[in-house]
Nanobody, 120 residues
Framework: QVQLVESGGGLVQAGGSLRLSCVAS????????MGWFRQTPGKEREFVAR????????YYADSVKGRFTISRDNTKKTVYLQMGSLKAEDTAVYYC?????????????WGQGTQVTVSS
């Protein structure tokens, strides 16, 4: 399995920006499609964005399209989530995920999560 560690969360004002990072170790990073999910208390974890193994395909949830950008650097074994025009409703714990399935239907590994809080 691949191990994932997120960083970059924090407190930001509405309208601001934040960049999350997720560093992988273990299995070859390029084997995996990568994604970001988020979860708030009492709600199910929801999909945010995904990127395929060589970064030529990305997909976003409608709620973040045009504001968030997912990218990856296979040489650094890192996937990023650049978040802009942040809203209070973006407040959540953000999780990095790895999958051998390009659509991330089944997840092989999850990170521990990083808290993002957007103040309005």
């Amino acid at each position: 399995q691949v191990q994932l560690v997120e960083s970059g969360g924090g407190l930001v004002q509405a309208g601001g920006s934040l960049r999350l990072s997720c560093v992988a170790s273990g299995r070859p990073f390029s084997w995996y499609a990568m994604g970001w999910f988020r979860q708030t208390p009492g709600k199910e974890r929801e999909f945010v964005a995904r990127i395929n193994w060589n970064a030529d395909s990305t997909y976003y949830a409608d709620s973040v399209k045009g504001r968030f950008t997912i990218s990856r650097d296979n040489t650094k074994k890192t996937v990023y989530l650049q978040m802009g025009s942040l809203k209070a409703e973006d407040t959540a714990v953000y999780y990095c995920a790895a999958s051998r399935d390009e659509r991330l239907v089944s997840i092989d590994s999850w990170g521990q999560g990083t808290q993002v809080t957007v103040s309005s």
